[in-house]
């Protein structure tokens, strides 16, 4: 599995080669940070005070060191340790500590191999986990436990971190919990400890396969989520004065664990402490407490145990028979869950004690979750409860059961409440063979509820419209019952049967109900027949030419075909033809165009409307549909035009129905119904499929969910950014670019990036509009791409002529010529016509003493690249170079919107037909070829560029305010006047 979290956090780091020296600065900086307090200030003895005195020897011990992947690592993390259970110590001086440590986990001065790793983990675990310092106000001793939650997570997250116990790891989440179901703590370190505890989470669960089950936790210490009666030292400094010691691990009350007192006065307290910490202790709720030292034999790494831990916690947070947890807690601890279920759910049928929980706590409280009234509560235990069932459902029998019956007989709070059901359910259904195995293992057992029946029953009351009008409830429904119908018919009616019997059998041999964890008996069925599927192998009695014999003499005559050859292959391509002609030839057998039905969709906006063209293909069905009716013995002619038909108006659907206004919708809506309630009837579930998502996407849903137009946001943000550039120069700053520290591949990346953005959001629609009417209205997208490339023209000619001195110009042009060289090597020739125009404005082409400074081999380069973008025959170098290199690329989009262009003014919209001179037909041909450049976009559309986007380089163009062309030629005038010698430039 790919942990993203989890790998990103772990990467090992090799000790650097001075960690000598990394020790010893930290250990300055916190010695330092002890000076400026008054308690340990210069005239203070070091002998007298333990903290200053382990320092000093650090540091004598230090000086012999010369290989620290050899040395004790509890020599030089002890003295750090002390400071941080030091109950003497202020807030700033343990983030320091704290900081110290956090750098050695992050520099990997703490490997899993050096001697006393495990000692070291545990120790730091223990101390960070029950720090205690003197509290100063509020925002500082924040920022101590924002230090203390960033050392927890480099200290489990690093490689070193699977060498701690069960019960560190318990201490750990228990401190990062607290922090962050603490409401007296500020929203931002809530939310920190919230991300922390998410990561943790991730890591421990996406270990799974490699823990063992061991032992459980026992009478070691536990995670408490009990939240109630919150009388720690914690809370008291949050509500008392400044001076109280902020100690995470003190046990009162409800507090997290024991910590020993650390002592800061003398080595006879030392002592005493130290005996005392040894003796077992009893906390308020009785559980006993024992020094880890006691253990016999070496310190166990965690294993299963901590994650079941882990687990039980998160499911008494979502307990919601518990009223100390709050909404916000409870979907704290959903969307833990789901990181956990998200992460390891497949693994968790392996660990019996975690299954146990799974089967009993978190069923039950999940349970109670599902009649929430809140939202935002219901919505995220449905995520839940969808990951827990499609992981582990053949472990969870009785639970399963028993979930559909509760959603089925669920009273909905609310319309959303039942949207998110149905959603819910429509996941279910979609997992393979889910419908199937209800039917097998509830329906056909002698002892258990037909829940398959109940499901279907209910799917079916919520599939149909009332008197209130469509809704995405029942379209979802309506898919939902799609889906089953289409499992079921791809496993045979043996299988089925013999399946379904094999059971039945089973189950009266049964003394009474299956448990909840046996396997359940599948259907593997056979061959899975798609249905609604063209068969190309159809026998030619069983397909049906669309027109009929009747009509075929008409239809030849509005019909004119060319025929090409292509890779040895005839095709007959459609040269001319009348709207009802190019349809009915689309649909028949004699089609081998395998382009037809793409080029139709795209462009038959320009000779037609879509009003018009569904009417025309919902007559056609209509008309086949009738023959097909008359003629009994010749029905099967008909099938193959009538599936077709069905295609292509979910095709024409998927584009047109959204542009449609309501009234036109309404027209259309009870006949497309119709045909979706034929279409099913006739079992072909993925032609209903494809018409009946248009419709649902037409509506403004996707599955219950708005749709969003990615195009139209990406034009709206283009449009935005760039109409801030044409503000007036007067009332925007110019920024001065530090163009000179970035890599010149950077910026090109960064440039490539932002037009790819662009280039991707052109429909391409906007072409075939393009060649008729260039207005911005009608081609935002093209004009928003038009706009970024004249600003880029415009931002490069104003860095040139903005410089003052010869120098800064000779060194600008030389770095753009490089950022140049950049963006060609990136395939990236859009960004590279926009900076070589500038290069060729009459602005910066007249400084000539700034272009004989850059040199010869610089000249050279800037005219290869002006010979590779020439325009001259045809751009013939361009277009070789671009079909030679390989994607991602972005063509120069001037050309491509020339070619359209021309293409329409060189060929007429129709022609006449050689039967009736009278009779215009469609030039088809002309559409195919526009549909060919527009297929061309759309290849280089489709593949896209692997590059980071970073905001202080794109800032470098997005945040610049460059001047327009009468400006930059005046400004060129400036730094190079009319008749100047080079003295005068100078």
Excluded at 289 to 296: E, I, L, V, Y
Aim: charged share 25%.
């Amino acid at each position: 599995a790919d942990h993203t979290i989890a790998d990103a956090s772990c990467s090992a780091a090799m000790p650097p080669a001075n960690a000598v020296c990394v020790i010893e600065g930290e250990l300055a900086m916190v010695v330092s940070s002890m000076r400026r307090n008054a308690r340990w200030s210069t005239s203070h003895n070091e002998e007298q005070d333990p903290l200053l005195q382990h320092f000093a020897d650090l540091k004598q011990e230090l000086a012999t060191i010369t290989d620290i992947s050899r040395t004790d690592v509890c020599m030089f993390l002890d003295p750090f340790l002390r400071v941080v259970r030091s109950e003497a110590t202020t807030g700033p001086i343990t983030g320091v500590a704290l900081s110290s440590l956090n750098k050695f986990l992050a520099y990997g001065l703490v490997e899993p191999e050096s001697p006393n790793a495990a000692l070291g983990v545990e120790g730091i675990a223990d101390a960070v986990t029950h720090a205690k310092f003197v509290g100063t106000d509020l925002a500082s001793d924040e920022v101590v436990l924002m230090k203390i939650l960033k050392v927890l997570q480099t200290l489990l997250l690093s490689p070193v971190g699977k060498l701690m116990c069960n019960e560190s790891v318990c201490e750990v989440m228990q401190t990062c919990a607290r922090i962050c179901f603490e409401s007296r703590l500020s929203e931002l370190l809530r939310r920190s400890a919230e991300l922390t505890l998410a990561d943790m989470v991730h890591w421990v669960f996406s270990r799974l396969p490699e823990l063992k089950e061991g032992t459980s936790l026992g009478s070691s210490p536990q995670i408490n989520a009990s939240m109630a009666d919150d009388e720690s030292a914690l809370g008291s400094a949050l509500q008392e004065d400044n001076t109280s010691a902020v100690d995470l691990g003190r046990e009162n009350s409800n507090e997290f664990v024991h910590v020993e007192d650390t002592d800061v006065a003398d080595g006879a307290e030392d002592n005493a402490e130290g005996e005392d910490s040894l003796r077992p202790r009893l906390n308020s709720r009785g559980v006993r407490f024992t020094h880890r030292d006691n253990h016999p034999g070496p310190l166990v790494p965690y294993g299963a145990p901590s994650a079941r831990e882990l687990l039980r916690f998160l499911c008494c947070v979502v307990d919601v028979a518990d009223p100390q947890y709050s909404d916000a807690m409870v979907s704290i601890g959903l969307s833990l869950l789901t990181v956990a279920l998200e992460t390891g759910a497949q693994h968790f049928a392996a660990f019996a004690s975690i299954m146990e929980l799974v089967e009993d706590v978190l069923c039950r409280n999940l349970f109670a979750l599902l009649r929430s009234e809140n939202l935002t509560v219901f919505a995220a235990t449905l995520r839940v409860v969808f990951l827990t069932f499609e992981a582990l459902r053949h472990k969870l029998k009785l639970q399963l059961a028993r979930l559909l019956q509760l959603l089925i007989q669920m009273d909905f709070p609310s319309y959303e409440h039942k949207e998110g059901v149905l959603d819910l359910l429509l996941e279910l259904a979609r997992i393979p063979s889910f419908m199937v195995d209800l039917y097998l293992n509830y329906d056909c057992h002698l002892h258990a509820d037909d829940v398959f029946q109940q499901l279907v029953r209910f799917l079916a009351q919520n599939a149909f419209p009332d008197d209130n009008g469509l809704f995405s409830t029942h379209l979802t429904a309506l898919d939902c019952l799609t889906t089953t119908a289409h499992q079921i018919g791809g496993h045979s009616p043996a299988t089925m049967a013999g399946a379904a019997g094999a059971g039945a059998t089973a189950a009266a041999r049964a003394d009474g109900h299956d448990d909840a964890d046996d396997d359940h008996a599948s259907a593997d069925g056979g061959d899975d027949d798609d249905f609604g599927d063209d068969d190309e192998d159809d026998e030619d009695d069983e397909e049906g030419d669309l027109s009929g014999p009747d009509a075929e003499g008409q239809e030849q005559q509005d019909l004119l075909l060319r025929t090409e050859t292509i890779e040895g292959r005839e095709i007959h391509r459609v040269r001319a033809a009348s709207l009802p002609a190019l349809l009915t030839h689309l649909v028949s057998r004699e089609n081998d165009d395998p382009d037809l039905l793409d080029a139709l969709v795209l462009t038959y906006v320009m000779y037609s409307t879509p009003c018009d063209m569904i009417e025309l293909l919902l007559t056609m069905h209509g008309e086949y549909r009738r023959r097909r009716s008359q003629d009994p013995d010749g029905a099967s002619l008909y099938e193959l035009p009538l599936q077709r038909t069905v295609a292509v108006l979910a095709r024409v659907l998927d584009v047109a129905w959204a542009k449609l206004a309501s009234a036109e919708q309404t027209l259309f809506l009870p006949r497309l119904l119709q045909m979706l309630r034929e279409t099913l009837a006739g079992c072909n579930v993925e032609l209903a499929q494809d018409l009946r998502l248009p419709l649902l996407r037409g509506l403004g849903l996707t599955d219950g969910v708005v749709r969003l137009d990615a195009r139209a946001a990406a034009a709206a943000e283009a449009a935005t950014v760039l109409a801030a550039k044409r503000s007036p120069l007067t009332q925007r700053r110019i920024v001065t670019t530090p163009l000179w520290d970035v890599p010149s591949m950077e910026i090109a990346r960064q440039l490539t990036l932002l037009d790819a953005r662009l280039y991707r959001a052109i429909p391409p629609q906007e072409l075939l509009i393009w060649c008729k009417e260039q207005k911005r209205d009608r081609t935002p997208c093209i004009f928003a791409m038009i706009d970024q490339t004249n600003a880029m023209s415009h931002w490069c000619a104003t860095l040139i002529v903005q410089q003052e001195t010869l120098k800064d110009r000779v060194r600008m042009v030389i770095k753009l010529l490089e950022v140049m060289k950049c963006l060609r090597k990136l395939h990236n020739f859009n960004s590279l016509m926009a900076l070589l125009s500038a290069f060729n404005s009459s602005a910066v082409r007249r400084l000539q003493f700034t272009l004989e400074a850059i040199g010869s081999r610089n000249r050279t380069s800037l005219e290869k690249i002006d010979q590779l973008m020439a325009t001259d025959r045809s751009s013939a170098t361009y277009r070789a170079a671009l079909a030679s290199c390989s994607l991602p690329a972005l063509p120069y989009l001037g050309l491509l919107l020339q070619d359209v262009t021309q293409m329409n003014h060189s060929n007429p919209d129709t022609i006449k037909s050689p039967a009736d001179p009278n009779l215009k037909l469609i030039n088809f041909g002309k559409w195919q070829r526009m549909h060919s450049v527009c297929m061309t976009l759309s290849r280089y559309q489709s593949a896209t560029f692997d590059i980071e986007a970073r905001s202080t380089v794109s800032d470098i163009f997005n945040q610049f305010s460059h001047l327009n062309e009468n400006q930059i030629y005046e400004q060129s005038l400036t730094v190079e006047p009319r008749n100047a010698t080079i003295d005068d430039i100078e």
